[in-house]
């Protein structure tokens, strides 16, 4: 879901009336809004509120993963904040349509238009996001309000967190580019630096990602969405589900597999729990 709607999509929703107005929730006629911590979280009007609920749920879990009652990482999260970059819910392809009218604005496709002049497209989604903010969403057939099993909810409020979060706060170690230092990490559990994703990779790899759809900053969100939530425990019932894409699916996994990844991941300063 990620790669779609940041990469394939990004240059409708990146948003602002004017250079100092950011992205967020537009102005939707009964659209749903509530916050966790300073992000904005945002249903369409037909999304039912026990979605957005849930959503809120998850989001203030991810925030803060310990349950200490503060903010896991506080500079992160601001990044998020400052750019007004919300989290969305959609029950429709016809909402998120909706959505995506009200959102982008004239002077966003200029800034591309212009920034494409210059320099290569990544670059300039990446400018482009930092200077006008933009979404992640989960569609509410994603969701799952039960309390056990895989939850979407989770995967596409982390990649928010991690892509508009800690790859601003950190660009050198978080950040989504060739040298940044989870770069390097993924960089070896793909057997090699790939720019894109390969239908096959080396013996050995065990991040083996292969939707060409997704750029390299792209597959960076990915792979620090799967390293955290199996240290967290999420995918233990599902090795055969994700191996086509993940392999150490375990807490116990990942720290045979990369231990040096676990150590990275550990440092207090980021505040990543598990």
Known sequence: MFKNLIFIFVIL???????????KCPDIENIKVTESYGIQICAMPKVDQKYLEHAKKVMDKLIDYNGDGLVDNQMAIDKVI????????????REENKFLDEF???EAFDYMD???????EETCIALAEEKYGTWLAVFTNEMNLSGSGWDATI???????THMGYAQAYPGIFGQHKDSEIAKFMDIAR???????QRRYPNGAYYT???RSCSYACQITE???WAITSLRGHHIDRAKEIRDEWRPNTPEKMREVDPALVVFLSKDEYGIHF
């Open 223 to 225: 792979y620090t969405f």
């Open 104 to 106: 982008y604005s004239d």
């Open 13 to 23: 929703f990146i948003a602002g009336l004017s250079g100092d107005l950011k992205a």
């Open 114 to 120: 212009e920034c494409e002049e210059l320099k290569d």
């Open 155 to 161: 995967e596409e409020g982390l990649h928010l967190i």
């Open 191 to 197: 057997g090699g630096y790939f720019e894109d994703a």
């Open 209 to 211: 990602y292969d939707d």
């Open 82 to 93: 400052s750019t007004g970059s919300p989290y969305v819910v959609f029950s429709s392809g």
